[in-house]
Each structure stands twice: as C-alpha cells, then as structure tokens.
C-alpha cells in the first residue's frame, strides 16, 4: 500500500480563520479522498480529489467551504474555510490499493481543533 | 440513503475469548466489504476485506459475509488487550464511494 503523509498532523485555530492541511503520497494516484471525523464520530467523506478536474463535493459539503487543490498525482490540499467550533474534527485523506482500486489506505489525519 | 449499522459498544470480551462484531448494510447492491481497526488518536487500519459470501481467515481474524441477509461481521479469536479498539464497518456499492458504519467499541479485559 502507498505511503501517505499528511501535514500538520494537528492544530489549534481560531474562529473565523483557514487552515490548508496537505497530503503527500509516495506514488501517483488517480483519485485522492477527504474525510472528515468528528468527535466520537465516523468517517464522512467530504469530496474526491482528481488531477485536471475540480474535485467532487459530497452532499453538505461545498467548495468555498473545504477548497481542494491537486496539482499533481501524489498531492493534495484540503481548506477549511472560515472556521467555527464545529469545524474541530480530525481530517483524513485516503487513496485506493493500486490494483484493485477497492480497498482505501488513510493516511495519519490531521488534528484540528477551533476556539 | 444508503447506511450501515453496527451496534456502538462498547463490547467488553476477556482475554482469550472471541470477539465478534456485527454490521448491516441498506444497499443491495454492494460489491465490497471492508473492516478497519482504530486505535484512539489514530487513522484507521484496513485488516479485513471480503467480495463474497462465506467466510474469509487471516490469522486471528474471520470475515463473514451473507449479502441476502446484507449482513457482515468480524471474528476475532483469542482476543488481546491490543485488540482494544473501534472497529469501522464499511461498505462499497459497486462504481460509489465507501459508506462507513458509526463503528464498535471494543475492551479486551486483562
């Protein structure tokens, strides 16, 4: 499986700010994913990363909220936008298994949390 | 909507004794089942996957799967303290996205 770092690893925020978390994978990838978890919660998936296409927002989750960038294969940037309390969540990106394009690594998540 | 349920815990086994999580899903036509293992403070692991059904072994661990019941679970044997933690269920449709259970809480009691 592929090797996927993500920075920072966590962050304390205040309201009304942006964060850009970034995630670095060892080999090129053609679809990258954002989750999010919050508190005591399961993952959620925020959008679907593609290199040359805007990204792929789930529903409840718009672009001027969490703008993604992909410039290349083995990179990604999530935004979170303008942030509130509720906003404190763990953020994970994630890339399919190389040959089966069925099973999904995580990567370490990115701890933030909003004052 | 597409769901899937497990119950929350938290499920409390002894030591030694086998664990067993359970996992139902709403869409039929889901091809892919998933178990992911999280540790507290960590991302989630990827220790089990099953396509059919029947039950899948790798070591301690067995996948059951039974699509007309939409229904999967993971057995752990010979349980241990390290095994303590959430287990995700997830479900991929065929061409859609994961679909994440809440997850179960799993103590391994010393």
């Known amino acids: 499986s592929a090797v996927i770092s993500q920075k920072p690893s966590r962050d304390i925020c205040q309201r009304g700010t942006s964060l850009t978390i970034q995630c670095q994978v060892d080999?090129?990838?053609?679809?990258m994913f954002w989750y999010r978890q919050q508190p005591g919660q399961s993952l959620t998936l925020i959008a679907t990363?593609?290199?040359?296409?805007?990204?792929?927002?789930e529903s409840g989750f718009v672009i001027d909220k969490f703008p993604i960038s992909r410039p290349n294969l083995t990179f990604s940037t999530l935004t979170v936008s303008n942030m509130s309390p509720e906003d404190s969540s763990i953020y994970l990106c994630?890339?399919?298994?190389?040959?089966?394009?069925?099973?999904?690594?995580f990567g370490p998540g990115t701890r933030l949390t909003v004052l | 909507q597409k769901e899937v349920e497990q119950n929350s815990g938290p499920l409390s086994v002894p030591e030694g004794a086998i664990a067993s999580l359970n996992c139902t899903y709403s869409d039929r036509g889901s091809q892919s089942f998933f178990w992911y293992r999280q540790y507290s403070g960590k991302s989630p692991e990827l220790i089990m996957s099953?396509?059919?059904?029947g039950d899948k072994e790798d070591g301690r661990f067995t996948a059951q799967l039974n699509k007309a019941s939409q229904y999967v679970s993971l057995l752990i044997r010979d349980s241990q303290p390290s095994d303590s933690a959430t287990y995700l269920c997830a479900v991929k449709p065929d061409g859609q996205n994961f679909v994440f259970g809440p997850g179960t809480r799993l103590s391994v009691l010393p």
């Open positions: 080999s090129q990838v053609t679809m």
């Open positions: 994630s890339v399919p298994d190389f040959g089966s394009y069925n099973e999904q690594f």
């Open positions: 990363a593609n290199q040359g296409s805007e990204a792929t927002y």
């Open positions: 099953i396509y059919s059904n």
